[in-house]
């Protein structure tokens, strides 16, 4: 199969089956009480410079998005999120269902103002203060996604003003972090210049998208850390989200993160992009986005795209405007590109 759909639909590193071989011994204490679990809080704290980062493991990106956004909200707050969120568009009304979360979607996927997907200050300022003062919910948590749902990336000098300016109004700053590692490999800096150094609150640290088998964590770091720490728990088990058998989520982490594997698959997945970029570009086709990541956008002419995804799983992302979504993963070869691209080559041709 030849597939650029998403990033979940890649395997698991080999490392991450040795490491889960390597725990599958002896009994250990349920619940994240055991020693893996606890090796591997440390590592990721050591990753992310945060020693006193709060990290609770999780099974997967949405329901890791409704723990860290719920830990952190009274019921009378609500989140402010780009109306293009991950949060608000793909994750079938969890938030609302789950946690009874009120999401504010501030409009950029198609403002002139906000090409790249990204919130600013400028464009969150009108949705801070509720027109309808108590009769409205109260602002309390920006949520950014990093890789953005766009395919571009937050530098940290654009994280650092919207935490200042998060912070500064009482507001908390949190990140769907599904693609963190590949954003931290796109501008060649460690993960803690996206997370802990700009002032993040909170974090839904992703690791199934990159190489990991449904292995994901909630972060919080700071204030927001031990505002937290008590309730995390008990909204973690009402989430859904607490294994009983949690050395095997923590191990993969372990696998992951102990070393730079985090890194050399994130390469990998950009490198690819890139690759798959340039080749578009070769053949004139456009690309509305940037592709600082893993992911490609390409415009495609309308015919040639149902032959395609006949042969290549990928994603319609725009149906009025011809618009698809390319990914590739950490397995993703130059080969698998090269044929793609020489496929798109064919399709315009024809």
């Known amino acids: 199969m030849r597939?650029?759909?998403?990033?979940?639909?890649?395997?698991?590193?080999?490392?991450?089956?040795?490491?889960?071989?390597?725990?599958?011994?002896?009994?250990v204490v349920a619940y994240g009480d055991d020693p893996y679990s606890a090796e591997a809080v440390s590592c990721l704290q050591r990753q992310l410079a945060a020693p006193d980062a709060h990290i609770r493991f999780t099974f997967n990106g949405t329901g890791t998005n409704v723990l860290c956004l719920s830990a952190l909200l009274h019921p009378w707050e609500s989140v402010l999120c780009a109306?293009?969120?991950?949060?608000?568009?793909?994750?079938?009304?969890?938030?609302?269902?789950?946690?009874?979360l009120k999401?504010?979607?501030?409009?950029?996927?198609?403002?002139?103002?906000?090409?790249?997907?990204?919130?600013t200050p400028q464009l969150i300022e009108p949705y801070r203060v509720p027109p309808a003062g108590e009769h409205s919910r109260q602002p309390r948590v920006i949520s950014i996604s990093n890789v953005t749902e766009l395919g571009t990336v937050y530098t940290p000098t654009e994280?650092?003003?919207?935490?200042?300016?998060?912070?500064?109004?009482?507001?908390?700053?949190?990140?769907?972090?599904?693609?963190?590692?590949?954003?931290?490999?796109?501008?060649?800096?460690p993960l803690s210049a996206l997370t802990s150094e700009v002032g993040l609150d909170a974090l839904s640290f992703?690791?199934?998208?990159?190489?990991?088998?449904?292995?994901?964590?909630?972060?919080?770091?700071?204030?927001?850390?031990?505002?937290?720490?008590?309730?995390?728990?008990?909204?973690?088990?009402?989430?859904?989200?607490?294994?009983?058998?949690?050395?095997?989520?923590?191990?993969?982490?372990?696998?992951?993160?102990?070393?730079?594997?985090?890194?050399?698959?994130?390469?990998?997945?950009?490198a690819m992009a890139r690759r798959l970029a340039g080749g578009m570009r070769t053949l004139g086709i456009e690309l509305p986005t940037s592709p600082d990541a893993n992911e490609v956008f390409a415009q495609l002419p309308p015919?040639?795209?149902?032959?395609?995804?006949?042969?290549?799983?990928?994603?319609?992302?725009?149906?009025?405007?011809?618009?698809?979504?390319?990914?590739?993963?950490?397995?993703?070869t130059p080969e698998e590109v090269d044929e793609l691209i020489a496929a798109v080559r064919e399709a315009v041709i024809a």
């Open 83 to 100: 109306d293009s969120a991950h949060i608000h568009t793909d994750e079938g009304g969890a938030a609302e269902y789950l946690a009874g």
């Open 103 to 119: 999401l504010v979607a501030i409009p950029v996927a198609d403002s002139l103002s906000a090409p790249d997907g990204k919130l």
């Open 206 to 270: 992703g690791g199934t998208k990159n190489a990991l088998l449904g292995a994901e964590a909630a972060i919080w770091f700071s204030d927001a850390a031990r505002a937290v720490e008590g309730s995390s728990f008990f909204l973690r088990k009402e989430s859904a989200q607490l294994s009983s058998k949690m050395r095997f989520v923590a191990a993969q982490f372990l696998a992951l993160y102990e070393g730079e594997l985090w890194l050399q698959c994130a390469n990998q997945a950009n």
């Open 303 to 332: 015919g040639a795209i149902a032959p395609l995804q006949e042969r290549f799983h990928f994603y319609t992302w725009d149906e009025a405007a011809h618009i698809i979504r390319w990914v590739c993963s950490w397995d993703t």
């Open 3 to 27: 597939a650029f759909g998403s990033d979940n639909y890649s395997g698991a590193h080999p490392a991450v089956f040795d490491k889960l071989r390597a725990v599958n011994a002896d009994h």
């Open 159 to 189: 994280l650092k003003t919207l935490s200042e300016y998060a912070h500064s109004h009482g507001l908390y700053l949190h990140c769907d972090g599904a693609r963190i590692a590949n954003a931290a490999a796109a501008l060649g800096v």
